[in-house]
């Protein structure tokens, strides 16, 4: 059985498209943020065993790897020739605040180069995301990433999901090293999911 053809891609639902993408990527970016706000400039490099990424290592990794993936996104492999992963994985930070401030640094340069790439794009650039079968006619699409070519919009999910990855690594070990009695809950608390609800003035039990 082939395939269903795809519906015809209009301007409005490419700008809708990337604005969702757009979305997802800030919501991540500042949820993160809230859990990283909560380490002072030695929490913030504390392993939890001693092999485990820092939070400061995972944000220099999310840096470096946004900038290699959205720097030329359309026009360059996404894996640059200039990163070096592996160093990523480093803690080579300065000591005290000045460490702390590095680390974010690289963060923020990551995310700026997500965050202006996503600005730029346009209907044209996502024409023929699906206006092909990607299993037939991969080998053209606009994007790629160590070799292998993506649609755009499959290229953003990637690292969507990347990141999504990222923000839970970050958010549970702020909270392993915070501890429960001074730890400011990212999401819904325990416990609280009613009252939520009712904030929001949803009713689960309720049928449109």
């Given at each position: 059985?082939?395939?269903?053809?795809?519906?015809?891609?209009?301007?409005?639902?490419?700008?809708?498209?990337?604005?969702?993408?757009?979305?997802?990527?800030?919501?991540?970016?500042?949820?993160?943020?809230?859990?990283?706000?909560?380490?002072?400039?030695?929490?913030?490099?504390?392993?939890?065993?001693?092999?485990?990424?820092?939070?400061?290592?995972?944000?220099?990794?999310?840096?470096?790897?946004?900038?290699?993936?959205?720097?030329?996104?359309?026009?360059?492999?996404?894996?640059?020739?200039?990163?070096?992963?592996?160093?990523?994985?480093?803690?080579?930070?300065?000591?005290?605040?000045?460490?702390?401030?590095?680390?974010?640094?690289?963060?923020?340069?990551?995310?700026?180069?997500?965050?202006?790439?996503?600005?730029?794009?346009?209907?044209?650039?996502?024409?023929?995301?699906?206006?092909?079968?990607?299993?037939?006619?991969?080998?053209t699409k606009p994007v790629l990433i160590r070799g292998v070519p993506h649609t755009v919009s499959r290229a953003l999910a990637r690292s969507l999901a990347h990141m999504a990855y990222h923000q839970g690594q970050i958010t549970l070990i702020a909270r392993m090293i915070?501890?429960?009695?001074?730890?400011?809950?990212?999401?819904?608390?325990?416990?609280?999911?009613?009252?939520?609800?009712?904030?929001?003035?949803?009713?689960?039990?309720?049928?449109?």
């Amino acid at each position: 059985m082939s395939d269903p053809i795809p519906a015809k891609q209009t301007p409005e639902a490419t700008r809708l498209l990337i604005g969702d993408f757009a979305f997802k990527f800030a919501e991540i970016r500042r949820e993160s943020e809230q859990a990283i706000a909560q380490l002072d400039a030695v929490q913030i490099r504390r392993s939890l065993d001693g092999d485990v990424n820092s939070v400061a290592v995972i944000m220099k990794h999310v840096g470096g790897n946004l900038r290699s993936r959205f720097t030329s996104f359309l026009t360059e492999d996404g894996e640059k020739p200039w990163r070096d992963r592996e160093a990523e994985f480093v803690d080579d930070f300065p000591a005290g605040e000045a460490g702390r401030d590095a680390a974010l640094a690289d963060w923020r340069d990551g995310w700026r180069v997500l965050e202006s790439t996503l600005a730029s794009l346009c209907e044209a650039d996502l024409a023929t995301d699906l206006a092909t079968d990607l299993a037939t006619d991969l080998a053209t699409k606009p994007v790629l990433i160590r070799g292998v070519p993506h649609t755009v919009s499959r290229a953003l999910a990637r690292s969507l999901a990347h990141m999504a990855y990222h923000q839970g690594q970050i958010t549970l070990i702020a909270r392993m090293i915070v501890g429960r009695e001074r730890w400011n809950t990212i999401s819904i608390p325990r416990g609280a999911t009613a009252q939520r609800h009712a904030e929001m003035g949803f009713d689960p039990n309720s049928r449109p």
